[in-house]
């Protein structure tokens, strides 16, 4: 039985309190396999990169996939200055919306979406936004657009949303079978969301320690 309010969420204690011991990895390209998504590209193709046992794995998600069927990144590492941005553009919204919200509940409802600067799997070079294409690269349906926030989507971009069926309820479930079976865990509020190595995925996989800590890019 679906209930959003069952879901852990990245601001929560029991994720940030994880500590990270990074393995040092660095920031690779995407694999050739997966395909590039051109609405948060930037000039330096930063966008692209995630740290490389990361990538190995989409690789593996993507060869996994059935015929017809592609990967396509939307934005993987994302600088702490963009995540900043996307932090309290979204917040901003929430609070405009209910002007009642005291800033304990506008920053737990704002990390449904976006995850608090400092505990970042983005900027940590550990989470891809990705989607499916077919073969001409046209994005097939999965409910609702990449980066529908939960009032816009009604709800729909929980990944286990119980109104997401047909076409859509399938694509998701090819989506969560190949990314699940590459060892990547899905932040359950954005089915688009998946994330190796760091504090959310070490919650999730049971373990005491992240491998993947904030950075930079150096680009
Ligand atoms: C903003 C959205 N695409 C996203 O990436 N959200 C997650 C939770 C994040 O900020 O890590
Ligand atoms: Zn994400």
């Not at 679906?2 to 690779?28: H, K, N, Y």
Request: aromatic share 8%; proline share 8%; charged share 20%.
């Amino acid at each position: 039985m679906f209930d959003a309010s069952q879901v852990v969420l990245m601001g929560d204690p029991r994720v940030t309190g994880i500590a990270v011991a990074d393995d040092g990895s660095g920031l690779v390209p995407a694999p050739p396999a997966v395909g590039l998504h051109g609405r948060k590209a930037d000039p330096a193709g930063v966008f692209r990169l995630m740290r490389r046992p990361v990538a190995d794995r989409l690789g593996t998600a993507a060869a996994s996939l059935p015929d017809g069927i592609h990967l396509c990144l939307v934005e993987a590492y994302r600088p702490p200055e963009r995540q900043e941005l996307y932090f309290t553009t979204y917040r901003d919204k929430l609070r405009a919306a209910d002007p009642t919200h005291d800033d304990e509940t506008l920053n737990r409802l704002a990390s449904r979406f976006v995850a608090p600067p400092a505990f970042a799997p983005h900027v940590a070079g550990a989470a891809v936004d990705v989607t499916l294409v077919d073969n001409a690269g046209v994005e097939l349906d999965l409910g609702c657009p990449v980066d529908a926030n939960p009032e816009v989507s009604g709800g729909t971009c929980y990944t286990h949303h119980p109104g997401v069926t047909g076409h859509a309820g399938a694509h998701r479930k090819v989506l969560i079978e190949a990314m699940t079976a590459a060892g990547f865990v899905n932040y359950p509020t954005e089915w688009w969301h998946w994330s190796h190595g760091d504090r959310y995925w070490a919650f999730v996989t049971g373990r005491d320690v992240a491998v993947h800590g904030p950075m930079h890019s150096g680009a």
